[in-house]
């Protein structure tokens, strides 16, 4: 029953779903049209908005295209290749694979969504190595494993709430921090990590593709991209006699690893002196600092880096559209007068709900946690403290954790209706191969209904 539904709501949407750029273009589009309908902002200052706009996430942009290939590259590495196949003991059923990358993929985003590149990784050896895998379902699997990020170590509203001098505190709306004990740690998000390990993968297992309608690793591979060799077989053929004082420094391990080690010892630092603190930087330094030591000499971590920095393109052009739409958003008005609107007539028991759809709507135009919490959260934290003034101060705290959660859980599970993240899993895993955004996006649209609805269950009833 599930498998069936789920095959025929990917064969029928994979007709009605473009390709992740037309996506961000019809958006921008749709976005400015309605900025200029509801606001007070007319065609100029709305391109102006999206101009400005559109270099905001350079530096995001950046960092992704980084995390990508310092995640890939590690992962052509030996020990990666060892490890890999001690997981694929695990899976030896496509049913298991599937299982094993929601679950894998799962614990792997709860330290930092920006771990979902080994989900990929992982994803793509266990279907190169375990035959009947389906790779599109499989893809949606991968995305599907990033869902948990939002109650993990990096999730950015409880890291804001909890940032001295946040945006909120300097403009008034907060008078002082919201621990994460009180977010990250509380009754309700360690229930949404649970009901994601509970329900995604048993649905995931039920909805999988059986019989002559699963499209395997092989059958979807381009047949005009050759299967590349090992790293370190290329970086062999390179060498010109192994004497030479370029091929001595070319594969020498000794440079490489002096130089991974201090990156090692960097990365070591920083946890010892800040703690647990953990964000993209410092996780694709570590990423490099892994990298190097794994690939042993510069040759192989070069070509390693080539290969893996092949199918970012994607990301380089599609970014700076999401931030323009996100500049029209923030800059005309448009967010703030939807939070308005939606938080008008809330009441205590309510506003979770108004506050996870709004975290949901606003996320296709602002596909960033912390972007989007610095648009609709200051209104939205008004109404909670408004609506919660008779409460001790420690319960007010409470009331506004749980809208700020509720926003998070919303802006993520439309990750699942929308192509922008999807950004970061098809570089890895379409590298070589003929499949596309509209024949995973189909097999999302249960787990969004069941992630959505039993999360609404969640933050309206769940303690904090």
């Not at 370190?232 to 130089?259: K, P």
Request: proline content about 5%; overall charge negative.
């Amino acid at each position: 029953m599930l498998s069936s539904l789920g095959h025929l709501l990917s064969h029928r949407l994979r007709r009605w779903i473009p390709e992740p750029f037309v996506f961000a273009v019809v958006l921008t589009l749709l976005v400015g049209v309605v900025a200029m309908l509801v606001t007070e902002a007319g065609f100029t200052q709305v391109t102006q908005d999206w101009y400005r706009g559109f270099w905001m996430l350079l530096e995001f942009g950046m960092q992704m295209v980084l995390i990508l290939a310092t995640g890939f590259a590690i992962a052509l590495s030996p020990p990666a290749s060892a490890l890999i196949d001690r997981l694929a003991r695990l899976a030896r059923t496509p049913g298991a694979v599937y299982v094993v990358v929601l679950i894998a993929g799962g614990l792997f985003n709860l330290v930092s969504w920006g771990w979902t590149v080994l989900a990929a990784v992982l994803g793509r050896e266990l279907a190169r190595r375990v035959p009947g895998v389906d790779y599109a379902y499989l893809i949606a699997c991968v995305y599907i494993s990033g869902q948990p990020w939002v109650g993990g170590a990096s999730s950015s509203i409880p890291l804001l709430l909890n940032t001295e001098g946040n945006f909120l505190i300097e403009s008034g709306v907060l008078a002082s921090t919201i621990p994460t004990s009180e977010t990250l740690g509380s009754s309700l998000n360690l229930a949404y990590v649970a009901m994601y390990f509970l329900t995604l993968p048993l649905l995931m297992f039920l909805m999988r593709p059986r019989g002559e309608g699963v499209r395997t690793l092989d059958e979807l591979r381009d047949p005009e991209q050759r299967e590349a060799g090992s790293v370190a077989h290329e970086a062999e053929s390179m060498s010109i006699d192994g004497r030479s004082l370029a091929d001595r420094l070319n594969n020498g391990a000794w440079l490489q690893t002096a130089i991974g080690l201090i990156a090692l010892w960097v990365v070591a630092r920083h946890f010892w002196t800040q703690g647990f603190s953990i964000d993209l930087n410092i996780m694709i330094f570590l990423f490099i600092a892994l990298g190097l030591l794994a690939h042993r000499s510069p040759m192989r971590y070069g070509l390693a880096m080539k290969r893996a920095c092949a199918n970012a393109y994607g990301i380089v052009f599609q970014y700076p559209f999401y931030a323009g739409i996100m500049g029209i958003m923030m800059f005309s008005g448009l967010g703030a007068q939807i939070s308005l609107w939606l938080a008008d007539g809330a009441s205590l028991e309510t506003l979770p709900l108004i506050a996870q759809f709004a975290g949901a709507v606003v996320n296709f135009a602002i596909p960033s946690a912390g972007g989007e919490w610095a648009v609709i959260g200051p209104s939205l934290t008004e109404t909670a403290l408004s609506l919660s003034a008779h409460l001790s101060a420690e319960e007010q705290q409470a009331y506004v954790a749980r809208i700020a959660l509720a926003v998070a859980y919303g802006e993520t599970s439309t990750n699942l209706l929308q192509p922008f993240f999807l950004l970061a899993v098809l570089p890895v895993m379409g590298a070589g191969v003929i499949v596309h955004a509209r024949d995973v996006m189909g097999y999302l649209v249960l787990p969004f209904l069941l992630v959505y609805s039993l999360t609404a269950l969640l933050v309206s009833v769940v303690p904090i």
